[in-house]
């Protein structure tokens, strides 16, 4: 682990990034319109209330909650 000086962490900011929806590791999104609501629309965590873009081709119930690790849903 390379800490020396003690000035923070290198390249890990606090909150910010990861995990938000960008740079997704597999290909990410094709299109990205600003009419998302449709054919494709929206998963949701029942627990938390987060919400994701659906992805075509993985059903909600295959995805998890990034937040609270719940199964999605719509
Ligand atoms: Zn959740």
Not at 40 to 63: A, F, I, N, S, W
Request: aromatic share 2%.
């Amino acid at each position: 682990m390379p800490r020396g000086d003690g000035t923070g962490p290198s390249g890990a900011g606090p909150g910010t990034g990861r995990g938000l929806g960008r740079g997704g590791s597999s290909g990410g999104r094709g299109k990205m319109g600003g009419q998302g609501l449709g054919s494709g629309g929206e998963c949701v965590c029942p627990k938390c209330g987060y919400r994701m873009t659906h992805q075509l081709g993985t059903p909600c119930y295959d995805l998890k909650c990034p937040k609270c690790g719940a199964q999605m849903t719509r």
